[in-house]
């Protein structure tokens, strides 16, 4: 009567431990990803600040602007769905912002006030951030899905229906832009 007294407090003992391990790398994980929304947040409202200064710069681009805007609005909508709508709604705002930036590298009369270079900088830096804060998640998600696929806290996931979270990948833009070789323009060499 003992012996099984003792197995069921370790089996039961192993199950508290495991829920409580996955417990924890799921909020982990969450938490990570609450720190993607804050730096998206933070760029999102980076964007009306930067095309009012462009607009002030340069009134005939509207239609740039417009977009811009528009994109960033699908972005901020997203921002509380689904991980593939958020990735989706990103990678457009970011191939506007690379639009709009190359947009004003080619006309200098908008950067000629200093608000623009300083929204620029910022939106840089929250670029940075981004980064950073995906890196963390994607961190937290690898620990959290390895959690669910080692025995034998599986068996514990599985009783409980605990779900795979998703890694915050590359757009497809962003991979193609990671896996392009840059080309070199090295003094002296022939081609």
């Known amino acids: 009567m003992t012996t099984i007294l003792i197995i069921v407090l370790v089996l039961f003992g192993g ?14 994980v969450l938490n990570g990803f609450s720190g993607v929304q804050v730096q998206l ?30 994109v960033r609005e699908k972005a901020v909508a997203a921002l509380n769905g689904r991980m593939e ?5 990103e990678a457009e705002l970011t191939a506007s912002l690379r639009s709009f930036f190359g947009y004003t590298e080619d006309h200098p009369e908008i ?13 840089e830096e929250t670029e940075d951030q981004i980064s950073a804060a995906r890196r963390l998640y994607n961190g937290n998600v690898e620990r959290y899905n390895t959690m669910l696929d080692a025995i034998p806290s599986s068996w514990v996931a599985t009783m409980l229906r605990f779900e795979r979270a998703d890694f915050f990948a590359l757009s497809d833009a962003e991979r193609k832009n990671v896996e392009a070789v840059p ?3 090295l003094p002296g060499a022939q081609a």
């Open 111 to 123: 950067t000629s006030t200093g608000n623009i270079l300083e929204l620029q900088k910022q939106l």
């Open 41 to 70: 947040k933070r760029r999102h409202d980076l964007v009306p600040a930067l095309v009012s200064a462009a607009r002030s710069a340069i009134a005939q681009e509207n239609r740039l602007f417009d977009s811009i805007l528009d």
């Open 183 to 185: 080309a070199i323009d």
């Open 85 to 89: 709508e958020v990735q989706e709604a």
């Open 15 to 28: 199950f508290v431990f495991f829920q409580n391990r996955l417990a924890s790398t799921r909020n982990s």
